[in-house]
């Protein structure tokens, strides 16, 4: 019964049977009638917030403990929060509906450590606000339980694990809080788990864990099942060295990795030239290939139906930035889809009107408005401005 009627507030049927075994093991007395239900509820719903009948039920659903917090405290809370956080009403919602537990600690103790943070990270406002560190950080009860001594003594321990100092540890820890929120110890084990897997130094796996931090905060099966695969794509002598060149690796999807680099030998092999670059390609640097877009590997198929992109190395086609990859196809008068701008035009001769064609100002190359990449597209808006002043 308790459950059909808090489906009636907008709650779906597994969140509705979870607040109504809440509000019967948690309060005292039970709470199991549609009527009883409603006079708590409207306890809640008359607090000075912004929070309305279903946003508290949500709330109640994430945080059960909150059900135990008096009104008036709850009250209390809020108003403090608010002056912490300095966010109107509609970001304040958006940060209760997804963390509600922050409702459970005093605000002023909140406001303290997000000042030691600031203090300590050294960020701009716009990079590390208030709102932004609450966010991130109130996911974790560990961190929100702990005083701001016991917070600057993890970032200090984290430091010292990474062999940084305490501002780029709490700059990581803001990435990636699980790090402020995993005890030391477990932070260590990690670490030697790191190298045990991947057969390497204390400073190497450092270096790795400084570029992504989010390693410390995988689980051990997790890593041991991805290393175990890359060492029978990369030889279980170089596993070291290709996460290394790409740490990324150890968060990305097996199955995807193989997948790109079965495109990638498969593109490769379009030119003799590419195939045999491919293959002496250091283990590092078919890491990093191996985490790009699948996009950025296709451009392979077009450079191969240039005779000037299909002399270009493999490793400048693969890194490239988008703008300097557009620069390549202007100056080889290729489309992003690879064919050329001559033959594009002599199938359009019959159907495209003469003044629809322009002389690109950069390659002098004849270009069909609307055609072509961005930078295309840019330069012809450009000659319209200066036909039309």
């Not at 509820?41 to 946003?55: G, I, N, Q, R």
């Not at 540890?169 to 110890?185: D, H």
């Not at 002496?280 to 640097?285: F, V």
């Not at 100056?331 to 322009?358: C, F, I, M, N, Y």
């Amino acid at each position: 019964m308790a459950a059909k009627h808090l489906q009636q507030k907008g709650l779906d049927e597994a969140d509705a049977l979870r607040l109504a075994a809440s509000l019967s093991e948690k309060l005292s007395p039970p709470l199991t009638e549609p009527a009883a239900i409603d006079d708590f509820l409207a306890k809640f719903v008359a607090l000075e917030t912004p929070l309305a009948e279903t946003d508290w039920c949500s709330c109640f659903v994430r945080c059960s403990e909150l059900l135990q917090v008096q009104p008036a405290t709850v009250q209390h809370h809020l108003d403090k929060l608010n002056n912490v956080m300095d966010v109107g009403d509609e970001q304040l919602v958006a940060t209760l509906l997804k963390t509600p537990s922050l409702l459970l600690h005093d605000p002023q103790d909140i406001g303290e450590k997000v000042a030691a943070l600031q203090a300590v990270m050294a960020l701009s406002e716009e990079e590390a606000s208030a709102q932004l560190i609450i966010e991130r950080f109130s996911r974790y009860p560990a961190i929100l339980a702990r005083s701001v001594d016991a917070l600057e003594g993890q970032l200090s321990d984290l430091a010292e694990l990474l062999g940084a100092d305490i501002q780029r540890a709490a700059r990581l820890a803001f990435k990636v809080p699980a790090l402020a929120a995993a005890s030391i110890e477990e932070l260590q084990e990690h670490m030697g788990l790191l190298e045990r897997l991947l057969g390497i130094e204390r400073d190497a796996a450092r270096a790795l864990v400084l570029r992504q931090p989010s390693l410390l905060a995988r689980t051990t099966d997790g890593l041991a099942g991805k290393v175990d695969a890359y060492a029978e794509l990369f030889g279980h002598d170089s596993v070291g060295k290709a996460v290394a060149g790409a740490p990324q690796l150890l968060t990305m999807k097996v199955d995807a990795v193989r997948a790109r680099h079965e495109l990638l030998t498969s593109l490769a092999a379009l030119q003799p030239t590419w195939a045999s670059q491919l293959a002496e390609a250091s283990k590092e640097t078919l890491a990093v290939w191996l985490c790009s877009s699948e996009k950025k590997l296709r451009r392979l198929e077009v450079a191969d139906q240039s005779q000037r992109l299909s002399r270009l190395p493999l490793f400048r086609l693969l890194s490239h930035s988008e703008g300097r990859w557009a620069d390549e196809l202007a100056r080889a008068g290729v489309a992003a889809d690879g064919s050329r701008v001559g033959e594009l035009k002599g199938q359009h001769a019959l159907t495209t009107p003469a003044h629809a064609w322009h002389h690109c100002p950069c390659c002098r190359v004849l270009v069909l408005e609307g055609r072509w990449c961005w930078q295309w597209q840019v330069w012809v808006q450009m000659l319209r401005v200066e036909r039309s002043t």
